[in-house]
């Protein structure tokens, strides 16, 4: 059984930053795609930020290009989100998911985490 476990939300102020982790168990990252999303309230599912497990292929939303980095510590089983710079729009339930093939599609990724929350005050 593949169960995803994000942790490292929380509140912080404009400008600042924040490192969430996803770490898996009952798959290895390295040979599948992971994937960060986020959902405001009142808003749609969106697309943050994705990497292969070879680290050969990374994307970001446009959003977030340039203020977060996605990486994986493979003796870990951990993908992270450093985000930084972080904005009041930021704020978001953000969540890890796992997938065969790189995508920016959520109904793309089988496995998902519970969320952790952002929250970035003004």
């Known amino acids: 059984q593949v169960q995803l476990v994000e942790s490292g939300g929380g509140l912080v102020q404009a400008g600042g930053s924040l490192r969430l982790s996803c770490a898996a168990s009952g798959r290895t990252f390295g040979i599948y795609v992971v994937g960060w999303f986020r959902q405001a309230p009142g808003k749609e599912r969106e697309f943050v930020a994705a990497?292969?497990?070879?680290?050969?292929?990374?994307f970001y939303a446009d959003s977030v290009k340039g203020r977060f980095t996605i990486s994986r510590d493979s003796a870990k089983n951990t993908v992270y989100l450093q985000m930084g710079s972080l904005k009041p729009d930021d704020t978001a339930v953000y969540s890890c998911?796992?997938?065969?093939?790189?995508?920016?599609?959520?109904?793309?990724?089988?496995?998902w985490g519970q969320g952790t929350q952002v929250t970035v005050s003004s």
């Open positions: 990497m292969t497990g070879s680290g050969s292929w990374t």
């Open positions: 998911a796992t997938g065969n093939g790189p995508s920016l599609r959520y109904n793309d990724y089988d496995y």
